[in-house]
């Protein structure tokens, strides 16, 4: 079973940063993709950035910077000049595989990031 541990969510004024951390746990399991993805009230969770493990990026927003460890088996999101509008809960995700090659999708249990307006 992996579990994924999210660091770094809070409070911050508008036009700060904050940095979210997650890290992988388990065993018999290698990661392929993993990312970021974002959710409000009443609305469908969106993608903010993924990574996949030879470093390809993708995002939602130039402002976020994504990236990987690969030995630690962590993503971290580097988040700049945030805005009221980034507030929400932002999850970390992982694509990974089992011993027998079976892909399979985990999710962190969110973080809470607050942009007063």
């Known amino acids: 079973q992996v579990q994924l541990v999210e660091s770094g969510g809070g409070l911050v004024q508008a036009g700060g940063s904050l940095r979210l951390s997650c890290t992988a746990s388990?065993?018999?399991?290698?990661?392929?993709?993993m990312g970021w993805f974002r959710q409000t009230p009443g609305k469908q969770r969106e993608l903010v950035a993924t990574i996949a493990r030879d470093g390809t990026t993708n995002y939602a927003d130039s402002r976020f910077i994504i990236s990987r460890e690969n030995s630690k088996k962590t993503v971290n999101l580097q988040m700049n000049n945030l805005k009221p509008e980034d507030t929400a809960v932002y999850f970390c995700?992982?694509?990974?595989?089992?011993?027998?090659?079976?892909?399979?999708?985990?999710w962190g249990q969110g973080t809470q990031v607050t942009v007063p307006g």
């Open positions: 388990g065993r018999s399991f290698s990661i392929n993709n």
């Open positions: 995700y992982v694509s990974a595989w089992d011993l027998k090659s079976r892909n399979f999708d985990v």
